[in-house]
């Protein structure tokens, strides 16, 4: 109860409301356990497991934006090197654009311009080599990514949401390729790995459904 409010109120980091907006009332109504991931200019998570968010000991699980998948790879914002986040962000993108037109690549995008992850995404629908390369690039990381995730936790699904699959099946075919090349079959084959059915939405949805289940509200 908020003092301030006179109202029952709970306190849930974005990531994790998403998570279980997805979970309550988007693409994963169906499953007892889902994984989250936001790809946006950061990366953000959120954990499921037999019908309930995984906070942690301490608050702060779910980061799997700061999981390393590379251990000399570029630095991240939080301090480490190679995390997720520096490369299937959309910042993350850009960056990977850049390197590869500094390197000579020609590209309908110039360095110079003020490069989004949006404009790469169009350029490549447009049929631009440099832009599909790099998409599909940033989902073999984001692969490598997932298959980490059904080793440890063997979800009944990961739900991908974010401005980053406005991609759509130019990043989740990376994805698919790399979990069924590298993950093992036992934690792949009922993984089901789907894009947000709330969008942007699924957080606020998610942060009124985190209050109901605290209530106790079955809604
Ligand atoms: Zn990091």
Redesign the pocket.
Known sequence: MSERFSKPCVLENDANAAAWGEKWAGAGKEVKSLVMLTLGTGVGGGIVIDNKLWRGANNVAA?I??M?IQTDGPP?????RG????YASATGMVRLFKEVLKAGASSSLKVSDEITAKMINEAAIHGDKVSLDVIAETGRYLGIALVNIMHVLNPEMIVLSGGMIGSGQLLMDPIRKVTTQRAFEASYQDTKIVFSQLGNDAGIIGAAGCLLKELEISA
């Open positions: 980061e934006g700061h390393v991240c914002n939080c301090g480490n995390c997720v986040e520096v």
